[in-house]
């Protein structure tokens, strides 16, 4: 085997070739000043989140940043979610829950969810977040201080994707790549365009001024990737944004089911992936075509190499070459996203990624934003009563107990993980070296 015979092998070289992009992580929400004194409204949206929303409040509540009040819009769950925020409120009067009227017509659930809470909230500062979300003591802090020394109008970040099934750790890596490259934190802070920007949902920090300035949620009622389309009106506006890393201080759990991350993705990729080319008629049609081109391009080599082991065609030493290749992009992207080795090599999934890739939801669908898990614990299977604790979603009866006990061990993770930061930055040239971040 010659090298002249691995030349058609190299396109495979190039993704690897850019992970080295990642490999200096900035901005990074670490570096920035704790900050602290200004008024800051957190505004959690929920539905059916009877599984998560103890475990997001007791992590802002834990927050070192002060003063700060907690806002949960219940969107008219049929779980337990309103009771466990009232109990929750009784403990800390920092809590307030806000029960969502009917949807009105032309909106979807969760802009509708986070402009009632802004309706209410008093902060100076407000903070959009996600009830599957998991906050570090520092989060807040950081972010405020982010926002006050870069004098942007708004402040998202890159979080943590804890993936705990096989279907996550699949999947998840696909996904936040193609975000990793198309959206790079460095690169969105330095856009001026609105096609070069995103926030991240998740998290998203406005001045009130700034928020009202673009037109609130309202503005954007009828977009399914709604904070894709504030980022590009924030810009568009003339205003000013930045992406941070901050992997240590904010954990997020998307999806728990195949099912919910085939529905979640198939609307995110699809027609979110169509919203970001706002000007460009052509490239937004041609977005289909752009998916089905990345997916054709990782299956081809392991198509070819089944194919000529089980003789049917002849192959060239190339295809075993871009093979290696693919596997070795995929393992570090796994890597650097946490998932452990043993997974890793399982990334490229041929068949969620056809049915995310041919999937074509009408622009009028309601799009569902929350999901349940069973419990794992009492063996009971309540998923109608369960809250996820750690890495495993405990029913009630067994979580109780140990909700204070888990944000405690969060806590210390957290400051941990910073202080790890905070060493590497003395010891030499402050990058992570936990391998190469998904964005």
């Known amino acids: ?97 806000v029960r969502g009227a009917e949807l009105p017509a032309g909106w979807f659930g969760k802009q509708w969810a986070c402009l009632q809470g802004y309706r209410v909230a ?64 460095r690169t969105v802070s330095r856009a001026r365009r609105p096609r070069d920007v995103i926030a991240n949902g998740q998290f998203i920090l406005f001045p009130r001024a700034a928020y009202e300035a673009i037109g609130t949620h309202e503005a954007v009622r009828g977009e399914v990737a709604e904070d894709l389309a504030l980022a590009q009106r924030m810009v568009r506006s003339g205003g000013r944004m930045v992406m941070a890393h901050a992997e240590p201080l904010i954990t997020t759990r998307m999806y728990h089911s195949l099912g919910h991350l085939v529905e979640g993705w198939s609307k995110n990729v699809y027609l979110g992936g169509r919203r970001t080319f706002p000007d460009e008629p052509v490239r937004r049609a041609l977005v289909p075509v752009m998916l089905a081109g990345v997916m054709l391009f990782w299956l081809v080599p392991p198509i070819l190499g089944l194919a000529g082991l089980c003789g049917l065609v002849q192959v060239g030493s190339w295809v075993f070459g871009a093979m290696a290749l693919s596997a070795a992009f995929w393992m570090l992207v796994s890597l650097g996203m946490g998932i452990p080795r043993s997974t890793a090599w399982l990334i490229r999934s041929a068949r969620w990624w056809a049915s995310t890739s041919c999937s074509d939801r009408p622009a009028g669908a309601r799009a569902r934003w929350s999901g349940r898990v069973g419990c794992t614990t009492c063996g009971r299977g309540c998923p109608e009563r369960s809250v996820t604790l750690d890495r495993e979603p405990l029913c009630r009866d067994t979580a109780g107990d140990q909700a204070a006990l888990r944000i405690d061990l969060e806590a210390k993770l957290h400051r941990a993980e910073i202080e790890r930061h905070r060493i590497s930055r003395d010891a030499g040239d402050g990058a992570d070296h936990r391998g190469p971040s998904p964005l």
């Open 122 to 185: 008093q902060g100076e500062l407000l903070v959009f977040t996600d009830a599957d979300t998991t906050h570090g003591p520092e989060l807040l802090g950081r972010a405020v201080g982010a926002l006050e020394a870069t004098g942007v109008q708004l402040l998202t970040v890159a979080t943590r994707q804890h993936c705990a099934t096989f279907w996550e750790r699949v999947v998840m890596p696909q996904i936040w790549i193609l975000l990793g490259f198309r959206y790079h934190p």
């Open 1 to 97: 085997m010659s090298l002249a015979s691995l030349w058609p092998a190299l396109p495979w070289l190039g993704p690897l070739l850019g992970l080295t992009s990642f490999a200096r992580r900035g901005p990074d929400l670490c570096k920035f000043p704790l900050a602290s004194g200004r008024l800051v409204s957190v505004i959690v949206p929920a539905r059916n989140e009877g599984a998560t929303i103890e475990t997001v409040m007791r992590s802002v509540l834990a927050s070192a940043y002060q003063p700060l009040e907690l806002l949960v819009v219940d969107d008219r769950s049929s779980d337990d979610t309103s009771a466990i925020v009232q109990r929750l409120a009784r403990e800390d009067p920092r809590v307030r829950l």
